[in-house]
């Protein structure tokens, strides 16, 4: 191997020789070991080893380190005392265990270093040193928001002080703090972050199996009480010189793009100076991983209803238990609209070994029905939802605000698509502006698509839109409802001799006084209501250029599109609503969804609405396969059609890791 | 007694709920029809006590009605819909001279919302008992555009000469929406005249929500569901209105969307006619004016 001299340099590494770089490098590689040999080697450690099985941490391995001396910088990026002073040509050994500051008292000269994962690989290694002190959307660090309970004390993990479970050390990334060899026990390094950064994060310094809180945000503080915060931290010359693991977490994602909001990243800085002379200094860059919208094609294994509609539950279990996906109902809150009151996403950052290391993150809506604290989704959330690996946050600005519109079922995610490759965040009309800014901060899921919903009473995008996996060049359809479709269907019918079936029958029309009015309704009946045509109609208007929106935003082909047949139905000023059940609302898991039960006309034992539905969704090329998606129908009339909601409304859905075909950081986060 | 008092408070008199004197309605309701009315409400009463318990019975404008529903807001549609005809005469009298005594404390919001509902759905049923109550609520001093909207609504769905002259008498006054809104019902040629005419000479919000009224009262799904026997009249009411939105397409700027909207809606032929004509006169025009009529022909 080479062996480089004593190199004077105005700009660490940069200045070495071309022979003098590869042999870093090569120092780095030999230097880098697997978990295995982590977890059975007790070398001599460069880079602290995280203990838990974290891979790449930088370990100087008999016969290699010894290779490189002075004046190589192994961080690969800092600079060093000899470069940045050029005073003295000592040397602080990278390797061989000199303290410089020892027998001779001399200026320890010698690389500063600060490691982390900057090319996302789950791997700290030589790759990762160039370009690490500046994020991009193409390289650089990255970390969560920690904001699970891995403890299941009931606080999440960013709001208290402590690293508790083995999970929550593995929440936290890392970042590692070479160690100077020769350093000295006068020898100090400062780390700093920015105070912006500081209210955002904690950064711990793990000393065997604990951890400290070094960096960033001290005591239990949440949105509304603000944390102490501190920005610099000293590292001893004995920690530097055997070196420092830190693990870093976010107690908030990103969420806003303004000017002067956090913009998610964090600058650490080190400085190392030896009897008040400084030895140089390095800095590592790191972004708090986004949070990400899960969509219907996202790998759902959990589904939430209420469970107070039995027959609404029935219809769900029978589907689930088909795809052997979760169930799990609740039942002591009085919100029944489980779309609504919490929105499922998740969050992730490379894991060691090329792993996912991430969670669930549901974000609460701002309001409950109810006056009391306990009425908020954050309340029951935080009660029924949060624990490990499931996260729980808020992104508005004072509780009890908003309306309809910032319900979540009036945010939903566009499938992916073009540069979208995680999908895009679709908004019907109104939502908190808090809420538009957080989606926006994001970034790997675009600012918001919108589409005007106002014409709608309740106002969501779920009661207009909704997606299906297909085996397309494109991956997924469109399901739109349209009263087009309706109306050809009730015609379709009335042809075919079936004017005076009936629609609704044994259903009521409405579920909340002490009668129950007959809802049945003929074909032909249907067809002659003037004011139901002529609201279908202009529902119809409404739609289509919200369809035109989509198809032009994702370039669908018109085979893309799926039209579900509904007609809509005025109440005066306050806008439309699903007449016959939604039938586009739907729950999708997989290749199965399950819809509303339309109540047709029912001739010589079949639904004739079903037979419609199951032949629009039921066939090729729908569904992963090809093969068409799993139909099933639950009853949802008295439960959620009656309250002017559906299927999806009433339920939700979440996935686990890998969250995602695509690991986030593999693209443009 | 007690909730015609508070009705009627929003239906004519400005201000807190609760505040309006039963002889607003009254006074604009001829004293011959008031008779004739409570007359046939007490025989109703009398022989279909049901149907004044159904309509007392509906809840959607209670915070127990509706706190549940997806968007926690009053609304009594539904519930008055599936009534029927039959609610007819119950909602008039609540309207009019005496409401459930359960209705009695209901907060200003739900009641607005309880009185819209009762209005409008009143008006749905085209039930000629309704006209009077409707007309002495459109002539009422307007306290509530949502009343005075449903109410105009009601006179549009029975589209009289005399109501379609009421309603024009409201086009570019305080009352412009209420009176939008009553002629987007009425489907008479004289109703359709009336509206072309008001969007002939109509800008910017004024011209978008003539439009939207020109493309209800053209709805050609509605026409439709009125059957052969109207198809003439249809043709003629679609024509008229479709020529007029074209008109107003060519000279309109940012309200084009809505007018688009509206002649999607008449899908009339001879929508497309006009708007061919209009490219081949107004070069400028040409390729915006095809791509709406290339769109209108695909309607029907």
Same mark, same amino acid.
């Given at each position: 191997m080479t062996r480089c001299g004593n190199a004077r340099s105005n700009d660490g590494i940069h200045a070495l020789s071309h022979d003098c770089r590869n042999a870093l490098v090569d120092f780095l590689y030999c230097a880098v070991a697997s978990l295995s040999i982590l977890s059975q080697t007790p070398p001599r450690m460069r880079f602290l080893t995280s203990?838990?099985?974290?891979?790449?941490v930088l370990v100087v391995i008999a016969g290699c380190g010894s290779e490189v001396n002075q004046g190589?910088?192994?961080?690969?990026?800092g600079s060093g005392a000899n470069g940045e002073?050029?005073?003295?040509?000592?040397s602080w050994p990278?390797?061989?265990?000199?303290?410089?500051?020892?027998?001779?008292g001399g200026l320890p000269a010698g690389p500063v270093g600060l490691a982390v994962d900057t090319n996302r690989d789950g791997t700290i290694d030589?790759?990762?040193?160039?370009?690490?002190?500046t994020w991009t959307e193409t390289r650089g660090a990255v970390f969560l928001?920690?904001?699970?309970d891995d403890d299941n004390d009931?606080?999440?993990?960013?709001?208290?002080?402590v690293v508790s479970a083995k999970d929550d050390q593995d929440d936290l990334a890392r970042i590692f703090v070479g160690?100077?060899?020769?350093?000295?026990?006068q020898a100090a390094g400062v780390l700093t972050i920015g105070e912006q950064a500081a209210e955002n994060v904690r950064i711990f310094r793990r000393t065997g199996d604990d951890w400290t809180l070094l960096l960033g945000s001290f005591g239990e503080c949440d949105k509304w009480t603000p944390c102490d915060v501190v920005t610099t931290a000293t590292l001893s010359g004995d920690e530097l010189a055997s070196g420092v693991e830190l693990g870093i977490e976010a107690?908030?994602?990103?969420?806003?793009?303004?000017?002067?909001?956090?913009?998610?990243q964090v600058r650490l800085t080190l400085d190392v100076a030896h009897k008040g002379e400084s030895m140089g200094s390095d800095a590592v860059a790191l972004r708090v991983a986004p949070w990400l919208l899960f969509g219907?094609?996202?790998?759902?294994d959990q589904i939430w209803s209420h469970r107070f509609s039995e027959e609404f539950v029935d219809g769900i279990d029978i589907a689930a238990a088909a795809a052997g996906v979760s169930y799990r109902t609740y039942g002591a809150?009085?919100?029944?609209?489980t779309q609504d009151f919490f929105q499922t996403g998740w969050t992730a950052m490379p894991g060691p070994g090329g792993t996912v290391q991430g969670m669930r993150v549901a974000n609460a809506r701002p309001?409950?029905?109810?006056?009391?604290?306990?009425?908020l989704p954050i309340a029951w959330l935080t009660e029924n939802y949060l624990g490990p690996e499931r996260a729980v946050i808020e992104t508005y600005n004072?509780?009890?605000?908003?309306?309809?519109?910032?319900?979540?079922?009036n945010h939903d995610l566009l499938p992916p698509y073009g540069s979208f490759p995680h999908g895009r965040i679709i908004l019907g009309s109104g939502v908190l502006d808090e809420t538009v800014a957080f989606y926006a901060a994001q970034?790997?899921?675009?600012?918001p698509f919108r589409v005007d919903?106002?014409?709608?009473?309740?106002?969501?995008?779920d009661e207009v839109f909704s997606y299906v996996p297909a085996q397309t060049p494109l991956g997924w359809k469109l399901l739109v409802h349209s009263p087009s479709a309706m109306i050809t269907f009730l015609e379709g019918l009335k042809s075919a001799g079936h004017g005076s079936e009936k629609f609704f029958?044994?259903?009521?029309?409405?579920?909340?006084?002490?009668q129950y009015v007959n809802a049945a309704v003929t074909v032909s009946d249907i067809l002659d209501d003037e004011d139901l045509m002529a609201w279908a109609q202009e529902a119809q208007e409404q739609i289509q250029p919200m369809r035109d929106a989509v198809v032009a935003e994702v370039g669908?082909?018109?085979?893309d599109v799926i039209e579900i047949p509904v007609f809509f139905e005025q109440m005066g000023d306050w806008g439309n609503v699903a007449?016959?059940?939604?039938?586009?609302?739907l729950l999708a898991f997989g290749d199965t969804i399950v819809m509303a039960k339309p109540f047709g006309p029912n001739v010589d034992g079949a639904d004739l609405f079903e037979a419609d539905l199951i032949g629009r969704l039921?066939?090729?090329?729908?569904g992963s396969t090809g093969n068409g998606l799993q139909v099933f129908f639950t009853?949802?009339?008295?439960?959620?059609h009656l309250g002017m909601g559906e299927v999806h409304c009433g339920s939700n859905t979440e996935a686990s890791a890998p969250y995602s075909k695509k690991p986030l950081w593999e693209v443009s986060p | 007694m007690k909730f015609v008092f508070a009705t009627l408070a929003a239906v004519?008199?400005?201000? #807190?709920?609760?505040?309006? #004197?039963?002889l607003s309605i009254a006074s604009a309701m001829p004293e011959a029809e008031i008779v004739h009315l409570k007359r046939e409400i007490a025989d109703a009463r009398r022989a279909h006590p049901e149907w004044f318990a159904g309509l007392a019975a509906i809840?959607?404008?209670?915070p127990e009605g509706?706190?549940?529903?997806?968007? #926690?807001v009053p609304v009594v549609h539904p519930e008055l819909r599936a009534?029927?005809?039959?609610a007819v005469l119950p909602i008039v009298e609540a309207l009019a001279f005496k409401a459930p005594d359960?209705?009695?404390?209901?907060s200003a919001r739900d009641e607005a919302a309880l009185n819209e509902g009762l209005i409008d759905v009143l008006g749905e049923?085209?039930?000629?008992?309704?006209v009077p109550v409707l007309r002495a609520i459109w002539q009422?001093? #307007?306290?509530?555009m949502a009343a005075s909207k449903a109410a105009a609504r009601g006179l549009g769905r029975q589209c009289s000469e005399q109501n379609a002259q009421l309603l024009a008498s409201?086009?570019?006054?305080?009352?412009e929406s209420a009176a939008v809104s009553g002629l987007g019902q009425c489907r008479t040629v004289i109703g359709a005249q009336v509206l072309a005419r008001a969007i002939a000479d109509a800008r910017g919000r004024t011209l978008e929500e003539r439009a939207r009224a020109a493309g209800q009262a053209g709805s050609s799904w509605a026409w439709r569901a009125k059957g052969a026997s109207l198809a003439a009249e249809g043709e003629q009411v679609r024509a008229t209105l479709s020529n007029a939105l074209v008109a107003a397409w060519g000279r309109a700027d940012t309200e084009r969307p809505a007018i688009e909207k509206a002649l999607m809606m008449n899908a009339h032929a001879s929508g497309v006619a006009a708007l061919e004509r209009l490219a081949a006169d107004r070069p400028a025009l040409a390729v915006a004016a095809r791509k709406v009529a290339s769109a209108l022909a695909q309607r029907k």
């Open positions: 203990g838990n099985g974290m891979v790449g190589a910088d192994i961080a690969s990026g002073g050029g005073s003295s040509s000592s990278v390797a061989g265990g000199a303290d410089a500051s020892g027998a001779g030589a790759s990762d040193a160039a370009g690490k002190d928001a920690n904001l699970d009931g606080i999440r993990d960013a709001d208290d002080d160690a100077l060899g020769g350093s000295s026990s107690r908030s994602f990103r969420m806003s793009s303004d000017a002067e909001a956090w913009d998610g219907n094609l996202s790998p759902h809150y009085n919100d029944i609209w309001w409950g029905r109810g006056n009391d604290d306990e009425d004072e509780p009890n605000t908003g309306d309809s519109y910032d319900s979540h079922g970034g790997a899921q675009g600012e919903t106002s014409w709608l009473i309740v106002g969501h995008v029958v044994g259903k009521g029309r409405y579920n909340n006084s002490d669908l082909e018109a085979s007449w016959n059940p939604g039938d586009a609302n039921a066939v090729a090329p729908l009853d949802d009339w008295d439960a959620y | 004519f008199v400005s201000g #807190p709920a609760g505040a309006a #004197p039963r809840r959607g404008f209670t509706y706190a549940m529903n997806r968007n #926690p009534l029927g005809k039959n359960a209705w009695a404390t209901v049923f085209r039930d000629q008992r309704a009422g001093a #307007p306290a509530s409201g086009l570019g006054t305080d009352r």
